[in-house]
């Protein structure tokens, strides 16, 4: 990491990842340019993901502010702010989403506890576009890896924002970080491609011995999820299963992992089972079995007998797809474990309170509810996340 940043507006590299964006980039540029911030610390990094709507012929207009960085294919948000952090020439970088305007004193207000040594991380709050709503005041997890955006959907007027302090993630759309550190941590993880990246990231640095801060005063006004909405929601269901089940097994220690995992899987178990949509009955033994036949008979009613199918939905195979890739990635998830838990600086204790929601029940059911209840008992999690109102 680089010394401390003295002075009250040190240099900023802002990267931008771009998908399609081209009708959310004319607003975020501009607001950008109305930044309270000297002109001559900020460098505004754009990295295209293989856009076809017209976002290059746009942004190349702005090339005189703008270094644009060109993939020819979508290679994810993971990938696309990591190359733009490699490529930065300031000591900070700011990430921030491309549907997304800034309020006028967002970069100064998300730096300042920066210089100031008071924390390694900073992240905004995120309005609705109109202002009207908390999109992100914090964020949070359940004990298996969700993460929670903390006030999400709530009235903006009413939402009690507080004082600058300490999250588990600062949201990756809307953060700032010292760039040497960023890169030293490994950055977001790439192979979550999009999603959950940003909880990953901030439970790593807790563990490293960092810390990461709300700065409430810092604000950004969001189109929510204005690019991931144009994505079938079986393919972001793959994301949605398999990288929250990589970053808890990553950042655990050794004695929790062993209890929240075999928790973890078999509550993704349960989920993948509701929206699997499959009827039981054919599964079943329903009455007594019929008479046995020869095994002559039997290996010509197989051979004859066309193979036999069942349907899922969709997003149920989504799930199953997500939980092999899980499976599939371990061999290297054991070599990125092995790396944080060697350079662990901060016990599990001192981070677990920072999960805010660790029992948030996902699935709206009673059924699934109960389950949760029994798995917490069942592998002793209740010590670590005894319940509280949101039980």
């Known amino acids: 990491m680089s010394e401390p940043m003295m002075g009250e507006c040190p240099g900023v590299s802002i990267v931008i990842p771009n998908y399609d964006g081209k009708e959310h980039l004319g607003p975020c540029l501009a607001s950008l340019q109305a930044l309270d911030y000297p002109s001559d610390a900020i460098e505004i990094v754009v990295v295209d993901n293989g856009s076809r709507d017209g976002s290059l012929e746009l942004l190349r207009s702005h090339s005189a502010g703008v270094t644009l960085i060109e993939h ?218 019929p008479p046995r036949a020869s095994w002559r008979r039997r290996w010509a009613e197989w051979l004859l007998r066309p193979e036999r199918r069942t349907s899922i939905g969709a997003v149920g195979a989504a799930d199953v797809i997500a939980l092999n890739d899980f499976t599939r990635a371990l061999p290297r998830l054991r070599q990125q474990r092995q790396e944080i838990q060697s350079a662990r600086r901060r016990p599990d204790s001192e981070i677990l309170p920072l999960f805010a929601r660790p029992l948030d029940a996902i699935e709206p059911n009673e059924e699934y509810a109960t389950l949760q209840r029994e798995l917490l008992a069942a592998f002793d999690l209740e010590k670590l996340f005894p319940r509280g109102d949101d039980s």
């Open 72 to 289: 020819d294919v979508n290679t994810g948000f993971s990938r696309a702010a990591n190359h733009g952090a490699e490529v930065a020439r300031q000591p900070l970088v700011a990430f921030l989403n491309n549907d997304m305007r800034v309020d006028p004193l967002w970069l100064r207000a998300l730096v300042e506890p920066l210089a100031a040594g008071r924390c390694e991380v900073t992240t905004s709050c995120a309005l609705s576009w109109d202002g009207e709503r908390i999109d992100f005041a914090g964020g949070g997890s359940n004990f298996h890896g969700i993460g929670v955006e903390l006030g999400h959907g709530e009235p903006a007027k009413a939402y009690p924002l507080g004082e600058e302090r300490p999250t588990l993630f600062a949201m990756g759309g809307a953060m700032a970080i010292d760039r040497e550190l960023f890169l030293s941590a490994g950055g977001f993880d790439e192979d979550f491609f999009a999603y959950y990246e940003d909880v990953d990231l901030g439970w790593r640095l807790w563990v490293l011995g960092h810390r990461i801060h709300f700065v409430p005063s810092s604000r950004v006004y969001h189109h929510h999820s204005a690019t991931a909405m144009r994505v079938e929601e079986s393919r972001r269901r793959v994301f949605y299963i398999r990288n929250p089940l990589c970053a808890v097994f990553k950042n655990y220690d050794d004695a929790n992992l062993a209890r929240v995992l075999p928790a973890a899987l078999l509550l993704t178990a349960r989920r993948t089972y509701y929206q699997a949509q499959l009827r039981e009955e054919p599964f079943r033994f329903v009455g007594p079995p």
